[in-house]
């Protein structure tokens, strides 16, 4: 019987008995329409059933016996008249006719493939039964070889719902309940194991059997997501199991739809990788650490156990990925990665956070001593020497530690210390490890109160030039002045740079900082010169503001427009600029030069520069650190500074000047100029411009005696 014939109770079949020469043996070439091939014309006039041939490329009919014509209610030269007639449903669809082809082909000779269809005759919805199998053309095309076997007439709500019973693409079978299949729908037939055509066998692994089945005695449905046998193999399916009567017998049945999802939880189970793992060396990322560190603190909390947070940083990674690529730089991370992995695979887990950051995270460690050996065993082990890319690399790392629950008890919290004792590892030098303590988060803080003050004094314009007199070593006149910043705190008072510099070189804040300096420095070379004082002023530049590479264009814009004299300006550098030498330092020095500012090497012998690195730059003078001023036995450095300056043929400034004997001392090695407390320390522009007026008078009596 049909599955749509079960659909109704008041359906009315009539049941044809397969004819005889139902097999796969190959036709005679077919015809025209409506034409029988003369060998067998006197067997099929003889069948009595509707047989029908059908080509499966173009989806239409190409042959029908008398049968066939009179149950679609045409004669032969109606038949013969038309190209062809469409196919109805389900052959009608592409989809299931692929499906039919493969399943045709795989299928051995001996086997019957049936296929329940509805068509429309005199517009009576019918339900018929078809013996199907293959037909191949004498072209080589796959046909269909279609025999009716049943016909009924059936209620069209009946025909409906068993039309969307059999087609739909959720497998249902109906089974009793000892678990023995009585139905199935085509999906269900189609992709189902012979050898498991009980329920019980169904499922790979008994329990989800047993799931439901206790689920059933209890519920009226239950739904559960597990591992099927599939004629594919072991699938995922959601499968919903349902308690019910066999409308034939009345006896309980279980119902079952299953949908195969294996391919959707293939896709969300990779979403949730991505999401939690990183995608370059496949460690968990910062959001899983998020996730399990929580599982981990609550499981110390719970046990009264310790343990540590390692927060690792590559050192002077930057520089691998800007010289060899970062092609290079992945690569490294990865093996870095790897090593790492190994580390922490008995010992807890392990997460990068981004970039050469990574988290180790020790569960239940008590002692002290043994997480410093691990925290030493990590650094020698990642230190070892890599081959990257053709490269021997060899990497250095700084480890922050923060102890649980000592340090903190959240992830937050264990993060920021953490980090904070890595950056004091990276202070001391790095290559080592640090233990947080209290008073790095003290530091921490004023720092942030630094910054934020900082931001402050730039809004309400808080801060203040004073300039340091630059004297002829020779005469004791004055020849400049070097520019120095004050900070005028609302409750500190008066502040020098040295304090808040280097807080505003980390923050960036020293590029709106230091375009102040350079503007209002200007602004007063320009004032004083209009007075008839043409003196020459010092400006420091820092490091960080070479990280801008339009440095030189600003400064340049802004001497123009302030209408100064490029030579009246010196721009004094860092020794530590120069060490760190690239392309583009050079060439924004070389702007400078080039446009008329002179350049001077600040703290020179602090950096233990050499004459290579001298004669690359277009500096024009040294000035020599007051370290080597202050220290009697250091003078013999000061000697060679001197003597190295005439050889590159640069003037030589010398530093913290307090007494006579120095000035004596640093007059016998022929500096050109000084500064220092000596004479005077940095004043404010009213008070430097009293000293110029001073100068000017002595000048003019020493030309008179």
Not at 8 to 34: C, D, N, Y
């Amino acid at each position: 019987m049909s599955e749509s014939s079960k659909a109704s109770e008041h359906s009315e079949e009539k049941v044809i008995q397969p004819a005889a020469f139902m097999s796969r043996r190959k036709l005679g070439t077919l015809p025209p329409l409506g034409k029988i091939p003369q060998t067998d014309a006197r067997v099929l006039a003889k069948i009595e059933i509707p047989v029908y041939v059908l080509d499966l490329e173009n989806i239409r009919i190409t042959w029908a016996n008398r049968a066939g014509l009179d149950f679609m209610k045409l004669d032969s030269d109606t038949f013969n008249h038309q190209e062809s007639l469409a196919l109805p449903a389900p052959f009608s669809d592409p989809a299931h006719i692929r499906r039919l082809r493969n399943y045709l082909l795989a299928n051995t000779e001996d086997e019957e493939r049936t296929e329940s269809v509805t068509v429309v005759i005199d517009g009576q919805p019918t339900n018929i039964t078809c013996a199907v199998d293959e037909q191949p053309f004498t072209d080589g095309r796959l046909g269909l070889l279609v025999q009716v076997t049943s016909i009924s007439n059936t209620d069209v709500s009946q025909l409906r719902i068993a039309q969307a019973l059999l087609f739909t693409n959720s497998m249902i079978s109906m089974y009793t309940e000892s678990g023995e299949l009585i139905y199935e729908n085509p999906v269900s037939r189609l992709h189902r194991p012979k050898s498991a055509a009980n329920l019980p066998d169904r499922f790979c692994n008994d329990r989800d059997y047993h799931a439901i089945r206790e689920a059933l005695q209890t519920r009226l449905q239950t739904n559960l997501v597990c591992l099927m046998k599939a004629g594919e193999g072991n699938r995922w399916h959601d499968v919903t199991a349902r308690r019910g009567h066999d409308p034939v017998t009345g006896e309980q049945t279980i119902l079952i739809s299953a949908i195969d999802v294996t391919k959707r939880l293939e896709a969300e189970h990779e979403v949730r990788y991505l999401a939690h793992h990183d995608t370059l060396t496949g460690l968990p990322n910062r959001t899983y650490l998020e996730i399990a560190i929580n599982r981990h603190l609550d499981e110390a909390e719970l046990n009264d156990a310790q343990g540590a947070m390692l927060f690792v940083d590559l050192d002077r990674f930057k520089t691998i990925n800007d010289t060899l690529g970062h092609l290079v730089g992945d690569d490294l991370l990865i093996q870095v990665a790897k090593r790492l992995e190994a580390i922490g695979k008995d010992l807890g887990f392990v997460a990068r956070l981004g970039g050469d950051e990574f988290v180790l995270l020790l569960s239940n460690f008590p002692d002290h001593d043994l997480i410093e050996e691990v925290a030493e065993h990590m650094r020698q082990e990642l230190s070892r020497p890599y081959v990257v890319g053709g490269h021997n690399l060899q990497i250095t790392l700084s480890v922050g530690v923060a102890l649980y629950p000592e340090h903190g008890r959240d992830l937050d919290t264990l993060m920021r210390k953490a980090d904070l004792a890595m950056y004091r590892a990276k202070d001391l030098g790095r290559d080592r490890y640090c233990f947080f303590n209290t008073r790095m988060a003290e530091d921490a803080e004023e720092r942030l109160r630094v910054e934020n003050a900082l931001r402050h004094a730039i809004n309400n314009d808080e801060f203040e030039l004073h300039y340091q007199p630059r004297l002829n070593a020779q005469n004791n006149h004055i020849t400049g002045a070097e520019s120095l910043l004050r900070w005028h705190h609302p409750s500190r008072g008066l502040i020098s740079a040295g304090v808040f510099i280097e807080v505003a070189e980390e923050t960036g804040l020293i590029d709106a900082i230091g375009e102040w300096v350079a503007e209002n420095a200007m602004r007063q070379q320009k004032a004083w010169e209009e007075q008839g004082y043409p003196v020459t002023l010092s400006i420091n530049l820092s490091p960080a503001q070479f990280k801008r590479e339009p440095l030189p264009e600003i400064l340049i814009d802004l001497a123009s427009k302030l209408d100064i004299t490029p030579s009246r300006v010196k721009f004094e550098i860092t020794e530590s600029l120069l060490l760190k030498e690239t392309a583009t330092t050079l060439h924004q020095l070389t702007q400078l030069r080039d446009a008329g500012f002179q350049l001077e090497i600040d703290d020179f012998g602090t950096g233990y520069s050499n004459l290579g690195y001298l004669q690359r730059y277009p500096v024009s003078a040294l000035k020599i650190d007051r370290s080597f001023i202050s220290d009697r036995k250091r003078w013999p450095i000061v000697q060679m500074i001197t003597q190295m300056g005439r050889l590159l043929n640069l003037s030589i400034v010398a530093e913290g000047i307090e007494t006579l004997e120095q000035l004596a001392q640093i007059r016998t090695v022929h500096c050109q100029e000084y500064q220092g407390f000596l004479y005077s320390p940095a004043v404010s522009a009213d008070e430097f411009l009293h000293l110029l007026k001073q100068d000017r008078q002595q000048r003019r009596t020493a030309r008179r005696l």
